[in-house]
């Protein structure tokens, strides 16, 4: 294998902990990642402030809101904010304020430490502040948490604008991109990842559709919302449904999915070149950026032909689980297929650290010299 076939390794993230891999769906979130590396430099990220300031998105990405309220002006103060949302009253922002100027904290931080308002109702009116479409974990119907939709001032959802800053550079000029996320084996984070880019992709204001290509028994469950019935991606490649539209994610106007749908007997036929890109080519009318989860490597070609039908694709190997031999077979494959990688995400957690260190972990590149550059 040449030594481009991986790229090094970048800062991780930890997601918290959820529940236990269950063997009937063996791809369950990864609760660690490491945004995508890429030829330059590695920085170990440092922990974010409380109430970090996000990215500027676009201004047609619709707000949400914690309740219906009437729209606030460019340049009214959190303490009036919180007043107009009923969350506050003058009383408690000028207790606020003095613990405020006292401590040096942000507003939110000093509401929080003085038992006003919870860490939650804090991040959701920054998202309504800053036009950032937000879903709290309570109102999530995945079976995958992810922080970037319940908690996109964290310092988890940071590092995924931060792979997704990383694919949009990589891939920069073309006027769509489609991504595989592949990884050799069950468990490894595949869903979360696939999930977490197409949140934060769609929170750019960008139309994004997820498609869980998966159609192994490990892809038969929700990313990010229940199925919409019998059809899907399934469907679509046997001929017995059309493209139609695609089941909405609320909260997120930008974001789609296109479902597994049932699962067949034969995926791999239905997955063949060029049956997956002619789907995706249907949609491009509709959408900018297409982000496809897969099944594992290790137990079928179905990744090996779907990335052939992409742009590029990003792995995923997991601490303790992503055998170093799997790894650089999954990387040779690929690279013989004739298919852009553009990086590996490491996926890494601790329970024993998490409480000390956070959801940041520092850099360690455990790779052999030859698979990093």
Wanted: charged content about 20%; some cysteine; hydrophobic content about 40%.
């Amino acid at each position: 294998m040449s030594n481009t076939a991986l790229h090094s390794l970048f800062d991780r993230i930890g997601q918290p902990a959820g529940r236990p891999d269950a063997p009937a769906a063996p791809d369950a979130p990864a609760h660690a990642a490491a945004p995508i590396p890429a030829p330059m430099p590695v920085h170990t990220a440092a922990p974010a402030a409380t109430e970090p300031q996000p990215p500027s998105p676009p201004q047609d990405v619709a707000p949400a809101a914690p309740q219906a309220a009437a729209p606030a002006g460019p340049t009214e103060k959190m303490g009036e904010r919180f007043i107009r949302l009923g969350l506050l009253t003058e009383e408690q922002v000028q207790h606020v304020v003095k613990l405020q100027q006292a401590e040096r904290l942000r507003f939110g931080q000093a509401a929080v430490k003085l038992g006003f308002v919870s860490e939650e109702r804090v991040q959701s009116v920054l998202a309504e502040q800053y036009h950032y479409d937000y879903a709290p974990a309570n109102q999530q119907q995945s079976d995958i948490p992810l922080a970037i939709a319940s908690a996109p001032f964290s310092q988890e959802a940071e590092a995924i604008r931060q792979l997704r800053a990383e694919i949009s550079i990589q891939l920069e000029g073309q006027p769509r991109i489609a991504i595989a996320i592949v990884s050799p084996e069950d468990g490894e984070g595949r869903a979360y990842l696939s999930a977490s880019l197409a949140v934060a992709f769609a929170q750019t204001g960008r139309s994004t559709l997820l498609v869980n290509a998966n159609l192994r028994a490990s892809g038969q469950r929700d990313l990010l919302g229940a199925s919409g019935g019998a059809g899907g991606l399934s469907s679509i490649l046997a001929g017995r449904s059309g493209t139609g539209p695609c089941r909405a994610v609320p909260g997120f106007p930008k974001l789609a999915v296109l479902d597994a749908g049932p699962q067949p007997p034969n995926p791999a036929e239905l997955l063949r070149e060029p049956a997956l890109g002619r789907v995706l080519e249907a949609y491009a009318g509709n959408y900018e950026i297409f982000i496809v989860n897969t099944p594992a490597m290790n137990h079928s070609s179905d990744a090996q032909g779907i990335a052939r039908q992409v742009d590029a694709c990003v792995m995923i190997a997991r601490r303790d689980m992503t055998r170093l031999a799997d790894l650089e077979r999954a990387a040779q494959l690929l690279e013989t297929a004739g298919v852009r990688v553009l990086g590996t995400v490491y996926n890494e957690y601790d329970p024993d650290d998490r409480a000390n260190r956070g959801l940041w972990a520092r850099v360690r590149d455990l790779l052999p010299g030859k698979l990093r550059r």
